[in-house]
């Protein structure tokens, strides 16, 4: 039973590019969390998911940041025209949706944007 | 906003000690608590979590302690090894539906030989 698999591990921008960082749950996980976390930093909400609806984006910027869930296929979160602020570890969790059975969190991609 | 912080950013003990790693929280309205574990490269690892309606919960090695007259949260390693050395972080999340875990800034622990 793979767990949440994120990829890729490492990804590096240029200012200006747009970059897409993929999730995709455990089996029988409907939900899905992105989290980014800058160094020394906690985990900050970005955005909540269910497949094919966006439940919460309250975290996420509203300029160049989007996330989706298709019916078939991982969760993208799409940063477009990365900047260095951008730079940061963002992780996927995925759950059941059932209260906090199951919720488990992906390795991470760590966006470099040079 | 947040209303999740952490007492200290880091916290040395000796191997073989019990550590303590401290959490306070704003929002009384909180009803669940989860203890994460992030080791260096890696994601999140649930350690312990404990419901509104409990003050302590055991698992093995660890014990959370909640108090929710002064809204503080505690995590208790027993015996700690090497192998805990990582950052902690406390959580708070709704446990009645699927919604998002807010994270407080978190603590390091390191260990001494």
Same mark, same amino acid.
């Given at each position: 039973n793979a767990g949440v698999m994120q990829n890729p591990r490492h990804l590096v921008r240029r200012r200006g590019q747009e970059a897409r960082l993929r999730c995709s749950p455990m089996k029988g996980h409907s939900h899905v969390y992105w989290y980014r976390q800058l160094p020394e930093e906690g985990l900050k909400f970005m955005v909540y998911l269910q497949k094919e609806n966006i439940?919460?984006?309250?975290?996420?910027?509203?300029?160049?940041f989007s996330a989706e869930f298709p019916k078939e296929g991982p969760s993208i979160l799409r940063i477009q025209q990365?900047?260095?602020?951008?730079s940061a570890a963002y992780f996927c969790a995925s759950s059941r949706?059932?209260?906090?059975?199951?919720?488990t969190f992906g390795s991470g991609t760590r966006l470099t944007v040079v | 906003g947040e209303s999740v912080g952490l007492h200290l950013p880091t916290l040395s003990v000796q191997e073989g000690d019990n550590s303590i790693i401290n959490c306070a929280y704003s929002?009384?309205? *909180?009803?669940y608590f989860i203890w994460y574990k992030q080791e260096s490269g890696k994601g999140p690892q649930f350690i312990i979590d404990i419901r509104s309606n409990m003050d302590k919960r055991q698992g093995q090695r660890v014990t959370v302690l909640l108090n929710k007259t002064v809204k503080h949260l505690s995590l208790q390693i027993a015996a700690?090894?090497?192998?805990? *050395?990582a950052v902690y972080f406390c959580a708070e999340g709704g446990y009645s539906s699927a919604s998002k875990i807010i994270f407080g800034s978190g603590t390091r622990l390191s260990i001494r030989p």
């Open positions: 439940i919460d984006e309250s975290g996420m910027p509203k300029e160049r990365v900047v260095r602020g951008d949706g059932q209260g906090r059975d199951g919720y | 929002n009384s309205a *909180s009803d700690t090894q090497p192998g805990d *050395s």
